[in-house]
């Protein structure tokens, strides 16, 4: 397993990591992305789409569970899971027709559904240092 550690100071450099991480992503790749409230999911989830290629509006797919976002190099299926009671809700939308299609999924709050996930899928967790400044991040990458 290889473990990368990023710090980021502003929404900007969270944005520029996670564009170079979209840049480096592949078809099939799942990333399981982990972060509390607040910690910048959705400026790490716009940037990413940006290295995938991807133009338009990115936001947290909270109330839909999925947006699919087209148009780039591959697509990229955003997963927002943490309104699901049951893991198995996301048979109900095909979770795994996702995990194993040609695009990225990115799935946030990907706890909720461990025991869903490819073994081999990518973890990325965000966590706020709150010793420092409050635009202080580090932004951890297990593959």
């Not at 944005?15 to 992503?25: N, P, S, W």
């Not at 910690?39 to 109330?63: C, D, H, M």
């Not at 780039?72 to 309104?83: A, E, K, N, Q």
Request: charged fraction near 30%; proline fraction near 4%; glycine fraction near 10%.
């Amino acid at each position: 397993m290889s473990v990368k550690v990023y710090e980021s100071r502003s929404a900007e450099e969270t944005r520029q990591i996670a564009r170079k991480l979209g840049e480096e992503a592949c078809p099939g790749q799942v990333i399981a992305f982990r972060a509390q409230m607040g910690a910048g999911k959705t400026v790490f989830s716009q940037g990413f789409a940006r290295g995938l290629g991807i133009e338009g509006p990115v936001s947290s797919p909270t109330f839909t569970l999925l947006q699919i976002y087209e148009g780039g190099r591959i697509p990229l299926y955003h997963f927002d899971v943490y309104r699901i009671e049951d893991p198995e809700e996301m048979q109900e939308v095909g979770l795994d027709e996702y995990l194993y299609g040609s695009g990225v999924c990115l799935i946030e709050w990907s706890e909720l559904i461990d025991e869903l996930l490819p073994e081999d899928c990518i973890k990325i967790s965000i966590e706020k240092d709150r010793s420092d400044d409050n635009d202080h991040r580090l932004i951890k990458v297990e593959s």
